[in-house]
């Protein structure tokens, strides 16, 4: 049987959290969880250095990715020379919207301008330090982040199925016996 103690704590130096209860016999085995009520300074910047880091990678790398923005904002990211993508990304959200949206500049930090998107549930595409393309939507547009998330899957397959090496799905059905 499982048993719980839940208390408020404040956080030492050092890391330090302290739990007393009589119920801490000396001994026994316990699972400690830590869920912080508060977000600190350091991790906002380490969120922010993360997200940074992720869009350098693709303006770096030429890669596309999709991610979630604090669970509340969905991020559908392309380097800003995959045209085609950008393309299929703004004509998505512009169909879900029923209107044509502006591609916005974002110079200013990603996640400070995100966290004043959270509240507004904008469906937007901008480009970030005029290097990465974003398709940005509240979580809760499920049925557009589905069609944003095949645009970036199917960027991605028609791309290694330009590899050299890559094998026919016929080849493989036929080896494979099937």
Known sequence: MLNAIKQEVTIQPDGIVAL????????????????LKETS?????DAESNLRELLNNVATNKERMTLTYQKQIFLAVAPIEDIEVMKQLKSHINDYTGSTLETISVNEPLGNFLD???????????TY????F????PIEDAYLIEELEDCID????????KEEGSIPWEQVKKELGI
């Open 20 to 35: 007393r209860s009589p119920e801490l016999e000396p001994g026994l085995k316990a699972d400690v969880i830590v869920i």
């Open 129 to 132: 330090q005029d290097k990465v």
């Open 154 to 161: 199917n960027a991605d397959a028609d791309d290694a199925l």
């Open 134 to 137: 974003l398709a940005a939507v």
């Open 41 to 45: 300074h350091s991790a906002i910047k």
């Open 116 to 126: 004043k998107l959270i509240s507004t549930k904008a469906r937007l595409s901008l």
